[in-house]
């Protein structure tokens, strides 16, 4: 029991002061335009018609192994930006991300295959992740079955432009569920599907935590939030408001945004 206690206290994400800028460029795009525009993103300032969004705003947390941390707030409010930043796909403008361990962050909108089979992209999936070919065809039919996809016919066997985007989003959780993860962050993925395929996500979460894992989710489902999380990060503006436990947060959260 002691040894377990130790290993929740191991951090897996520091997030050090975080502050994320999105620069968003207008005007014309004349002839040399790119080059311009390239020079301002190498002196990392910003030219005319140049519009700046601060998008997270001295974040500082720290995660530790074991916990399952969702991530609410209204939209814009910066939760999928953090989320890329712990993954390393956005700089910070100031502070420091620091991380033990490969992140893993799976959106809805993660890029699969649209002309490959659905059987290709579980292949394609489990190698991005770090998996062997081994491993990925060990687990093959318990990918294909958490996901549901098949219960109505053969869909596996279909390019991915015939799924519609819940059965696309069940089969990219069920393949980024099928590893364990030093850091795995879930995007929104969990409000697709029906209910039954929701439970069975959400005990795929608990499992990744008893294995040392620590999880990230974002979700407008604040009842997926409360059976899955046990701490939350509460972001508006780009801010952090509160970070807790996961009904007190959540239970504010509520409060504020009923008036």
């Known amino acids: 029991m002691a040894e377990q206690k130790q290993n929740e206290r191991i951090p ?11 620069r968003v460029h207008g005007g014309s795009t004349g002839r040399g335009s790119a080059t311009a525009a390239l020079n301002r993103i190498i002196r990392r300032k910003p030219g005319a018609g140049v519009r700046e969004v601060h998008a997270v705003k001295g974040v500082s947390f720290t995660a530790y192994r074991g916990e399952a941390i969702g991530l609410i707030g209204s939209n814009g409010s910066g939760k999928s930006t953090l989320l890329k930043a712990i993954a390393g796909l956005l700089p910070t403008e100031r502070g420091k991300v620091y991380t033990d361990g490969q992140p893993s962050l799976l959106g809805v909108n993660a890029a699969m295959m649209n002309d490959l089979t659905g059987e290709k992209n579980v292949l394609l999936g489990g190698l991005a992740m770090g998996m062997s070919r081994e491993q990925v065809r060990a687990r093959y039919q318990e990918i294909v079955d958490f996901s ?32 364990d993860h030093d850091v795995l962050m879930i995007d929104e993925a969990l409000a697709t599907g029906d209910r039954a395929f929701q439970k069975r996500s959400e005990e795929r979460v608990r499992q990744l935590r008893e294995q040392a894992g620590t999880v990230f989710l974002v979700s407008h489902n604040n009842r997926s939030i409360r059976d899955t999380c046990n701490r939350v990060l509460w972001l508006e503006r ?16 509520e409060k504020e945004t009923a008036r």
């Open 12 to 22: 897996t994400v520091i997030a050090d002061d975080v502050h994320i800028v999105y």
């Open 148 to 179: 549901g996809i098949n219960e109505k016919g053969d869909f596996i066997t279909l390019p991915m432009r015939t799924y519609s985007s819940g059965m696309a989003a069940r089969l990219r959780f069920s393949i980024a569920a099928a590893k």
């Open 238 to 253: 780009g801010e952090l408001m509160m970070d807790g436990p996961t009904e007190e947060v959540v239970s504010a959260y």
